[in-house]
C-alpha cells in the first residue's frame, strides 16, 4: 500500500504544480492593464494554495479562514490579531461601508460611496467593496481612527497615483488590498474628517505611511513598487504588526523609525510576521531605528543588498525566519549595522534565535542580549523555522468566494 501523502509533501507538488509566472512591474500608466497583467499573474499560484491554510500554525489564518461562512462574520477578523499591533480592532464595533465608486476621487468633497468618504467619517466602520475595481487616488488618503478597510471579495488594487496615511490617529487595520505603483502627492488640500481639510505638502510616495499613529494591523496585503517605502512607520508610531502580505518588486522596502536624532521613537514596537519577501526586492526588510523589533517567521527568498538592518541602537528581536541568500551575491550577509562604527554597533542588542540560514546566509548579532531588552521585542511565540513555508503560504491579497473557506 501507497503511503499517505502528508501536508508538506501536498504542499511540496503544489508548488510544483502552479508555480507562477513572475511578470516585472513597471510605472503605472494604466491602473486597469497593471491590476491585470501584474498582480493577477504573481499571486495566482498563491490564491490555490488558500484551502491549505487550516491547521498550517499560522495564528491569524487558523482563526478566521476556516470559515465558509467569513462573509457574514467579517468583524470577527479583528480578534485574530497579533504582536504588538493585536489590540487593533479597526472598525469592528461599526456598521458596514460599502465603496460603490472607484473613479470619482474628489480630494476636499468626497462622494459618498467611494473609498475616501468612508474612510474621514468619525464613527468606527467596517469598508469593503462591492466588486472588484481599480482605485487610483489622486491625494494621499488620509485616514480616520477605528477603521479597517478589508478587500476580501473583490480584487481591490490601490495603484498609479498616492495611497494610504495613517496619521495621528489610533486603531486601523488594512486587509486584502492590492497596492502597489504608489506616487507622491501634496501641495493640495485632503480632507482629513467631515469637518476638516487641510493643505498637505508633497508627500514621499509610500504604498502605506504610519506617521504618529498606533494600534495598527497590516495583514494580507501584496505591495510592489511605490516611490518611496511599501510600508513605513516614523514620528512615534507604535502597537503595529506587519502580517501575511507579500512584498515584491522594490527597493526601500520597510522604514521604522524617523531619523537618528528623533529619540520620540524609543517606545516603537513592531512585529513583523509570517511575511514573505519576494522577488526584485533590494533591502530595508526592514530598517529600524529607535525602539524594539520582533521578526518572526517570515520567508525571505529574495534581497540584493541586505534584509534586515538599523541605526540609533534598535533591539531587533530576530526568530524562526527563513533567510535564503541570492545566488548571484558575494556578500550574502543578512544584517547591516547602518551608520555607526563597530565600536557602537556591538553594543545594540540584535539576535537570531531559530533562523534558518541557507545558501551561505549569515546574521552577524551584536549586543549582549540583556533579557529586559528582549522582552520588549518579543510580541508572540516563534514557529520553528522549518514550518515557515507552510505559514507564509498564502501571504498577500487572498482570493475569497462567498459561501467557502478563503
Not at 28 to 34: A, F, G, K, M, R
Request: a neutral charge; hydrophobic letters at 35%; charged letters at 20%.
Amino acid at each position: 500500500m501507497k503511503p499517505m501523502a502528508t501536508p508538506l509533501s501536498l504542499l511540496i507538488l503544489l508548488l510544483l504544480a502552479v508555480a507562477p509566472r513572475f511578470i516585472s512591474s513597471s510605472p503605472v500608466q494604466d491602473p486597469e492593464l497593471v491590476a491585470e497583467e501584474v498582480h493577477r499573474s504573481i499571486n495566482a499560484s498563491r490564491r490555490n494554495l488558500g484551502f491549505l491554510s487550516c491547521g498550517t500554525g499560522n495564528p491569524i489564518d487558523d482563526c478566521w479562514r476556516c470559515d465558509p461562512n467569513w462573509e457574514r462574520n467579517r468583524q470577527r477578523l479583528a480578534d485574530c490579531a497579533i504582536g504588538f499591533g493585536k489590540h487593533a480592532i479597526g472598525g469592528r464595533d461599526g456598521q458596514i461601508y460599502v465603496v460603490t465608486d472607484s473613479g470619482n476621487d474628489d480630494p476636499v468633497n468626497p462622494k459618498p460611496g467611494t473609498l475616501r468618504h468612508a474612510v474621514i467619517q468619525e464613527e468606527p466602520l467596517w469598508i469593503i467593496f462591492a466588486r472588484d475595481m481599480v482605485i487610483k487616488l489622486k491625494e494621499e488618503l488620509i485616514m480616520n481612527s477605528f477603521k479597517t478597510i478589508d478587500g476580501r471579495g473583490a480584487s481591490v488594487h490601490i495603484a498609479g497615483g498616492p495611497c494610504i496615511t495613517i496619521q495621528y490617529v489610533t486603531n486601523i487595520i488594512i486587509h486584502g488590498l492590492n497596492i502597489h505603483d504608489c506616487k507622491q502627492g501634496g501641495n493640495a488640500y485632503v480632507r482629513d474628517s467631515p469637518s476638516h481639510y487641510g493643505w498637505r505638502t508633497i508627500s514621499d510616495g509610500d504604498g502605506v505611511s504610519i506617521f504618529g499613529g498606533s494600534h495598527v494591523w497590516v495583514d494580507h496585503c501584496s505591495l510592489s513598487n511605490c516611490n518611496d517605502g511599501l510600508i513605513d512607520a516614523i514620528h512615534g508610531s507604535t502597537a503595529i504588526t506587519i502580517s501575511n502580505n507579500y512584498m515584491t518588486h522594490h527597493n526601500k522596502v520597510m522604514l521604522l523609525g524617523h531619523s537618528d536624532g528623533y529619540t520620540q521613537d524609543k517606545n516603537m514596537q513592531v512585529t513583523i510576521a509570517f511575511n514573505h519577501f519576494g522577488e526584485g526586492l533590494v533591502q530595508r526588510m526592514p530598517r529600524c531605528r529607535h525602539g524594539y523589533f520582533h521578526v518572526v517567521n517570515n520567508d525571505y527568498s529574495h534581497w540584493e543588498m541586505y534584509a534586515i538592518g538599523g541605526s540609533a541602537d534598535p533591539t531587533i528581536n530576530s526568530q524562526g525566519n527563513r533567510f535564503l541568500a541570492p545566488n548571484d551575491r558575494f556578500n550574502k550577509e543578512v544584517t547591516k549595522h547602518e551608520d555607526a562604527p563597530e565600536s557602537e554597533w556591538r553594543h545594540w542588542n540584535w539576535r537570531s534565535e531559530g533562523d534558518l540560514l541557507m545558501n551561505g546566509a549569515f546574521f552577524t548579532p551584536s549586543g549582549a542580549g540583556a533579557s529586559s531588552s528582549y522582552a520588549r521585542a518579543s510580541s508572540l511565540g516563534a514557529r520553528p523555522s522549518s514550518l515557515v513555508s507552510s505559514i507564509t503560504a498564502g501571504s498577500g491579497a487572498l482570493f475569497c468566494k462567498k459561501g467557502k473557506r478563503c
